[in-house]
């Protein structure tokens, strides 16, 4: 199964008030660190989609070394950002299965998209989602039978959607820390004072 990871950074972090792409994390952007660990994974091929401030968010990852897209519809909702790149990696890579990931969930590593495929190869299901907080979401894995509906997705819909449409085919995967995300000013600070990077490995 060819597996292609979609990496979605196109938002304007407005409730955060600056891109929260280029927040700084163990020596590395949260967008580089994230390309890092989805490279540094099983899959098969990445994709970055971009698109609010485009520039600016290139200059917080190696862009001339990994691929993206700038969606230029991105006020629309999430939905158009990953459709932008599910549509590109169907077409260039002809991937049988995606995995969506975001780049605010700092405890997302290659060994949680390695556990993601291994799942889904082991327990036959068509999704394998995160779980976390009393729900499902991502990063989450879709088979290529879900393309389809992914792409109907409107506005701010997600693919958490999809995952609820069809709860008998997810294979949920325990993730606690996916609940760790960097909407507010708020967040970042707490999350930075309860994981200080002074107690963290040295970046490679």
Known sequence: MKTGVILLAA????????????????????????IDEAQNSQADCL?????????????GFDHTKTPFVINPNWQFGMSSSMQAGLRFLMEK????????????????DASLLDQLITTKEESGKGIVASAYSN???VPALFDRTYFEELLQLTGSEGAKKVIFNHQAE????????GAVDLDTEEDVNKFLSLYPQKNLPNPS
């Open 135 to 137: 729900t499902s979401g």
């Open 47 to 59: 994709l970055v989609v971009l698109g609010a401030n485009p520039d600016l968010i290139q200059t």
């Open 93 to 108: 890579k002809a991937i049988d299965q995606v995995l969506l990931m975001l780049c605010d969930q700092p405890f997302v």
């Open 11 to 34: 938002g304007s972090s407005s409730r955060l008030g600056r891109p929260k792409q280029l927040i700084n994390y163990q020596g590395k952007t949260l967008i580089q660190k994230a």
């Open 170 to 177: 997810v294979q949920a995967l325990d993730f606690p820390l």
